[in-house]
């Protein structure tokens, strides 16, 4: 009967349905094992190397230090006692973005927001990679007022901490590091700029891809690749924003900068006249 036809045709389209949704489950396990699989093979090939290459130089300076330590000079013991700790320095940061990218990958990260002054966060964040700097320094451009914003201090803090060690990385001695606020009608902007040569247009879409890194860095002391990626992952949990812009500047030495802007979302948005 026409009755009997028409369920076996709705009967029909449920199952053709089941196996599509069926299909579409089994492709996006296959999906995230193979993300799985890389990010376990660049983990692999990171640790391999950044692991080494820092425990090698502790391990030769010490040895030197322990077999020859006598005799000595005394600015000879000072220098290998310098690489100890900026290799320690290098391994613990290295280990941190491990741990933090594993919180991230596995769903782990815990977000505690609070009422926060995003000056305050910036000064802390400035405060921590000061030693790193060398012959760079930061410039801090802060409005005398600015709304609060609901953040994980500490998250923020460190996504901070991660772009200026990026920047400090990647400029050269000399130049500077201008860490800015201001707000706009529904966000409290975050902008980071550095004077070193910039990311080629290409590799914009990929500043923030794990274990990615240029080959020009500055610093021997460069990580692993992660500290963008965590940056991203930190800001998007507040439910934030982040871009890279560059080159930010024509410079006749090829120079062009980079910028990193972080937007964190107002509760209510501001009426223009009060900005």
């Known amino acids: 009967s026409d009755e009997e036809r028409l369920a076996m045709a709705l009967l029909d389209q449920g199952a053709v349905a089941l196996e599509r949704a069926d299909l579409a489950g089994q492709a996006l396990e296959t999906e995230t094992l193979r993300r799985a699989d890389r990010f376990r093979a660049a983990l692999m090939n990171s640790v391999s190397h950044d692991l080494r290459t820092p425990l090698s130089t502790v391990l030769g300076s010490a040895t030197t230090l322990i077999d020859y330590g006598a005799t000595l000079k005394p600015e000879v013991r000072d220098d290998l006692l310098l690489s100890i700790r900026e290799e320690a320095e290098r391994l613990s940061r290295y280990v941190g973005d491990l741990l933090d990218m594993t919180r991230l990958e596995g769903g782990g990260l815990n977000v505690r927001t609070d009422w926060s002054d995003v000056r305050d966060i910036l000064n ?4 921590r990679v000061s030693r790193r700097l060398g012959q760079r320094r930061i410039t801090r451009d802060f409005p005398a007022q600015l709304s609060m914003v609901e953040a994980d201090p500490g998250l923020l803090e460190q996504a901070v901490v991660n772009i200026l060690e990026n920047a400090i990385a990647y400029s050269p001695d000399g130049t500077t590091i201008e860490l800015a606020a201001y707000e706009d009608r529904g966000a409290v902007v975050i902008s980071i700029e550095d004077e070193g040569r910039g990311i080629p247009t290409a590799e914009l879409e990929r500043v923030f891809d794990k274990f990615r890194r240029m080959e ?41 900068g980079t910028r990193i802007l972080i937007s964190l979302p107002k509760s209510i948005a501001t009426h223009p006249d009060l900005l």
Not at 124 to 127: S, T
């Open 124 to 127: 802390a964040a400035a405060d």
């Open 216 to 256: 020009e860095s500055t610093d021997r002391a460069k990580g692993a690749g992660l500290g963008l990626a965590i940056a991203k992952g930190f800001v998007e949990a507040m439910r934030g924003r982040i871009a890279a812009a560059s080159p930010i500047q024509d410079d006749a030495d090829g120079k062009g």
